[in-house]
């Protein structure tokens, strides 16, 4: 079955202490993407990656590191959190880079963060 | 940063009426997205449209993209309980960047049976 997966799907945390969600995707697909959600602020885009080693920073990147190694692999890593990076994170993916914004965006089912 | 606009934000609605949702904008896009997002889930492309003034249909869902490739609508017939959720729409940059999409805010719908 095509799928982005996430891990772990909830995670309650302390400030100050590293954390890595990770997303990994079955499609063969180039475009891979973190977002995260917020009651009032909908939907807003952390990192993106057009392909393997090819990582570029959304609207929303500070506090936040990602990497790209292998083509279906795409872990979000929090070196310090903090309370206000407590939010709904979606990891998703597309066929393609370049042109992404016409193709379909597969979203994971989500990683509820709490930190405190 | 290009911005959407969604309204209206929340619509509880009984069934079988019908209903628009509204994506405004004052930017142009390359394309237009609808997302479904259901609780505890990930948002759920329904539709893409490219073309200004493009009109497509799903089942009792009618999306419209504007002339100007700055709004679009959705458009939900007789509704049904099962089209409770937030309607997201997303528009791609028109001008050739590949930094993904601009989501809006969101409307949350509410089916009452």
């Known amino acids: 079955e095509a799928q982005v997966t996430q891990n772990p799907r909830y995670l309650i945390t302390v400030t100050g202490k590293k954390l890595t969600v990770t997303c990994s995707q079955n499609?063969?697909?180039?475009?891979m993407s973190w977002y995260r959600q917020d009651p009032g602020l909908g939907l807003r885009q952390i990192y993106y990656s057009m392909n393997v080693e090819v990582t570029d920073k959304g609207d929303v990147p500070e506090g936040y590191k990602v990497s790209r190694k292998e083509k279906r692999n795409f872990p979000l890593i929090l070196e310090s959190p903090s309370p206000n990076q407590t939010s709904l994170y979606f990891c998703a993916s597309s066929l393609s880079g370049w042109g992404a914004r016409t193709y379909e965006q597969y979203f994971g089912p989500g990683t509820r963060l709490t930190v405190t | 940063t290009q911005l959407l606009e969604q309204s209206p934000q929340f619509l509880s609605i009984q069934e079988g009426e019908n209903l628009t949702v509204y994506c405004n904008s004052s930017s142009v896009f390359s394309s237009l997205q609808w997302y479904r997002q259901e609780p505890g889930e990930g948002p759920v492309l329904l539709v893409t449209v490219v073309t200004g003034g493009e009109v497509k249909k799903l089942k009792r869902l009618t999306f419209q993209f504007g002339d100007a490739r700055k709004d679009s609508s959705l458009h939900i017939t007789a509704a049904q309980p099962g089209d409770t959720g937030l309607y997201l729409c997303a528009g791609g940059d028109s001008g050739g960047g590949a930094d993904g999409l601009t989501f809006g805010k969101g409307t949350h719908l509410i089916i009452q049976p």
């Open positions: 499609m063969n697909h180039e475009y």
